[in-house]
C-alpha cells in the first residue's frame, strides 16, 4: 500500500514538468523567434524551449520507467523508452548548462553555483547509466539512473517546496528561493543515495570496486565493447 502511494504521488509530480511545457514550451513555437541575441540578462527561445521540452520528457518516460511492471513485463519497451530518456535528458542537460554560463545573469550566484554543479552532473549520471546497461552492469545502471532521476526531480517537487514560503511570505525573497532550489538538488540526491545503499545487494558490494573499473575502461569503447543486452530482463528497483 505504501509503495502504492508512493508511486501515485510520483505521477502526480509529473502535472508540473507538463505544466511548464504547455505554459512555456507551447508559446515559445507559437512565438517562432529563434534569434540568438547571447544576451547575459535575457534567455533565447531556443535553449529554453530545449531544456523545457527535454525535461518534460525525460522526467514523464522516467517517471514511467520506474514501475516494476513495466520493467518486468514490457522489456523491449523499457529499453527503447529509456534510450529515449536519456537523450532527452542529455539534452536538457545541456541547453540548461549553456543558458547557465550565456545568460549568467538571469540568476543569482548561488543557482548560478548550483546550476553549474547539476546541470553537467545530471548528464554525466545517464552517460555512466547507459554504459552500465550496454555492459550488462544491471545494478550499476540502476544506481546511476536513481541518481540521475534525483537531480531531474525538483523539476516536479520545486513547487511544492516553494508553495508554503509563498502561502506564509506573500513574496519569497530572491536569495531564499535561490537557496530553495539548489538545497533540493541536494537534498533529492542524498535521499537518493540513502536509497541505493539500503537496497544494494551484499554481492554488489563486494564487486563494487571492479564493476567502477569496468565501467571507466566503458567510456573510452562503448561501441566496441558494449554488450547486446537485447531479451535480457532488468531488475527492478
Excluded at 66 to 90: C, N, Q, T, Y
Excluded at 221 to 235: E, I
Amino acid at each position: 500500500m505504501k509503495r502504492k502511494l508512493a508511486y501515485i504521488a510520483l505521477f502526480l509530480t509529473c502535472v508540473v514538468p507538463l505544466f511548464a511545457w504547455a505554459y512555456t514550451g507551447i508559446p515559445l513555437m507559437l512565438e517562432w523567434d529563434w534569434a540568438m541575441a547571447l544576451a547575459p540578462d535575457e534567455v533565447d527561445n531556443l535553449p529554453l524551449l530545449f531544456h523545457v521540452l527535454g525535461a518534460s520528457a525525460y522526467y514523464v518516460l522516467a517517471t514511467v520507467q520506474m514501475l516494476p511492471k513495466v520493467r518486468r513485463s514490457h522489456p523491449a519497451w523499457h529499453r527503447r523508452a529509456g534510450r529515449f530518456a536519456i537523450g532527452a535528458g542529455i539534452f536538457s542537460a545541456i541547453a540548461c548548462t549553456w543558458i547557465t554560463f550565456v545568460h549568467s545573469d538571469v540568476q543569482g550566484s548561488i543557482l548560478y553555483y548550483g546550476r553549474v554543479i547539476f546541470g553537467p552532473l545530471w548528464a554525466l549520471c545517464l552517460v555512466m547509466g547507459l554504459i552500465a546497461a550496454r555492459r550488462g552492469l544491471y545494478q550499476v545502471h540502476r544506481e546511476w539512473m536513481i541518481r540521475a532521476f534525483a537531480i531531474a526531480m525538483p523539476a516536479g517537487t520545486l513547487v511544492f517546496m516553494i508553495l508554503p514560503f509563498v502561502i506564509f511570505l506573500d513574496e519569497i525573497p530572491v536569495v531564499l528561493d535561490e537557496i530553495i532550489q539548489s538545497g533540493a538538488w541536494v537534498l533529492h540526491l542524498g535521499i537518493a543515495e540513502l536509497l541505493i545503499r539500503r537496497t544494494r545487494s551484499p554481492k554488489h558490494n563486494r564487486t563494487k570496486e571492479s564493476t567502477n573499473n569496468e565501467i571507466q575502461a566503458g567510456m573510452g569503447g562503448l561501441a566496441r565493447n558494449g554488450r547486446h543486452v537485447d531479451g535480457m530482463r532488468v531488475p527492478e528497483l
